[in-house]
């Protein structure tokens, strides 16, 4: 058997978003001879990153003081917040929670400021390999971290070796940092393994669709940030809104639907557009030009759903640990914190022990902490869960109590079990049209031949129990149309998965009611192209 290639580093990074990006930067400044990799499963740095994103700036001034000046992306400074409850036909102005103020915030493209923080780590003397995904965490005979393997190259849909095949390179380091975003798939089989979910919440997520639109002069109020809660959603499944008007009449519009939704029917991309055609949303998009979309899962369970960052040889960091602010709205800012304590860490201890309670008592930690009860608050409603999260906010998060997060996938109701309320959905007409088209909007890009990297492990559940129970709801869940359920000549049903559709969501892997469903990268480079989300 052919030996794998071997390449050695003092610290490895898996994952090019800000909190990997930011991690090999402060390592490189702390100690300009380590040796730092960073490995990114897509084309190029930046076209897997998708956020909403506003970029509370203060941990990026202190990292890179001058990057207001040097670097050239979207940068657009916030000006004004609104906050308003939707009904089906109205708009109603609501008092701005605190954690929604953006004064002093900018807004951003993540797939332009990961590009350029790529760049700005290069110049540093950091190895930079885009279009190589990590498959496996490896082990040393102590059972500690010592890297990874990448993903074999040129495999045939059967698995067979292509002409074109290549075996994945292991690269090996005394510290990994695993930095993959939300629902990782290396941070799932390291927080199994070594069991660092222990004592805590189940995580819990929400599932984020993006557009940036054209828009006919005069509509644009730049810096204007607006959020909205309510309609076309009912008042017990958690999600909301968000525009951000940008520069040159764009605007980047989106919506979040918390995968805790009880409804088996529910589309979260129907929600999505229905939310365009809310009479207020219309007026904005008519006439206007969709430039690109995409979609993302998002990690909501916050302080209590955190698991021990810290394992033998390696340090979870980012969305792959779950430090986003889903309160804000934010989590570039945590991620990039979170890198940079992690490099400052190790640069100071040299290992990987105790950065689980540095990180906890840290100001990114502190933060999720007085905000822990505001998203479990809304499961009994929208009403009860502004109140509370007034509470909340009003108290500074020293309540007593921590209030518990339920797993998505054990959220989802049965057929049998669930009414689905009348939610008055209007027939629509705005761009896309549906998913297949929205993925158009996403630069998609994987090879039909390769190998299918969504692993279902029993296919007979989806075709009788699934279907029978829950309608197969992977049909709906997926905003990218990758589940399919085909009727057989004889009547049966049959899965099919459209895999090349793949945005790399990973909502699949997390609100599959079975368990089922297991998301595992497909071969480097493949996925969507986000340029200026």
């Known amino acids: ?45 930046g076209a897997h990153s998708i956020s909403g994103a506003v970029l509370e700036p203060d941990v990026l001034d202190t990292l890179l003081p001058r990057w207001r000046d040097q670097y050239t992306g979207m940068q657009i400074a916030a000006t004004q917040d609104e906050f308003r409850y939707l009904t089906r036909s109205q708009s109603y102005r609501l008092p701005l929670p605190p954690p929604l103020r953006n004064h002093g915030n900018v807004i951003v493209s993540l797939s332009q400021l990961t590009s350029w923080l790529g760049s700005e780590a290069e110049a540093l003397g950091v190895d930079v390999f885009a279009g190589f995904a990590a498959v496996a965490p490896l082990y040393d005979p102590q059972g500690s971290v010592m890297g990874v393997q990448m993903g074999d190259m040129g495999l045939n849909a059967d698995g067979s070796e292509g002409s074109q095949f290549s075996l994945g390179v292991e690269i090996l380091a005394h510290t990994t940092l695993i930095a993959e975003g939300c629902r990782g798939s290396l941070a799932k089989q390291l927080i199994q393994h070594f069991k660092l979910d222990t004592d805590t919440c189940p995580p819990t997520f929400g599932l984020g669709f993006k557009e940036l639109w054209q828009l006919p002069a005069g509509r644009v109020k730049t810096g204007l940030i607006q959020h909205s809660a309510g309609w076309p959603l009912d008042n017990s499944t958690y999600g909301g809104s968000f525009l951000y008007h940008l520069d040159q009449d764009r605007v980047y519009i989106g919506f979040v639907v918390g995968l805790d939704y009880e409804d088996p029917r529910l589309i979260p991309f129907e929600a999505f557009q229905q939310f365009k055609h809310h009479p207020t949303i219309r007026a904005l998009l008519d006439g206007g030009e969709l430039l690109s979309a995409g979609a993302r899962t998002i990690a909501t369970g916050g302080w209590q759903s955190l698991p021990k960052l810290e394992m033998p040889g390696a340090l979870l960091i980012g969305d792959s640990a779950g430090t986003l602010n889903v309160a804000k709205i934010k989590g570039i800012h945590q991620a990039i914190r979170s890198g940079v304590e992690a490099a400052e ?14 990180w906890r008592a840290s100001v990114g930690g502190r933060e999720l902490f007085k905000v822990r009860n505001i998203k479990p608050g809304f499961k009994h409603g929208f009403w009860r869960g502004f109140i509370n999260g007034a509470i909340e906010t009003i108290s500074g998060g020293r309540m007593p ?10 959220r989802l109701k049965k057929l049998s079990d669930y009414t689905a309320p009348d939610r008055q959905w209007v027939a629509r ?36 129990q699934c279907a029978r129970e829950f309608g197969n709801p992977c049909e709906r869940f997926c905003p990218a149309g990758v589940y399919e359920m085909l009727t057989d000549p004889n009547g049966g049903k049959r899965l099919h998965i459209n895999a090349a559709n793949c945005v790399h969501c990973k909502a699949c892997d997390i609100k599959d009611p079975y368990g089922n469903i297991t998301w595992t990268p497909a071969e480097g480079g493949s996925g969507p192209n986000y340029q200026d989300l």
């Open 429 to 464: 007409d705005l761009p896309p049209r549906d998913r297949l088209a929205s993925v158009f909007f996403a630069n998609n890009t994987h090879e039909e031949t390769q190998p299918v990297h969504l692993k279902v492990s029993d296919t007979s559940i989806c075709e009788t």
């Open 345 to 358: 860490h190790l640069a100071k201890t040299g290992t990987s022990t105790g950065f689980d309670a540095v």
């Open 401 to 410: 109590w921590t209030l518990q997060h339920q797993a998505d996938a054990t």
């Open 1 to 45: 058997m052919t030996e794998r290639e071997k390449m050695h580093y003092d610290h490895l990074v898996v994952g090019a978003g800000p909190a990997g990006l930011a991690c090999a930067i402060r390592l490189k400044q702390l100690n300009p001879d380590a040796t730092v990799c960073v490995l990114e499963k897509a084309a190029t740095i």
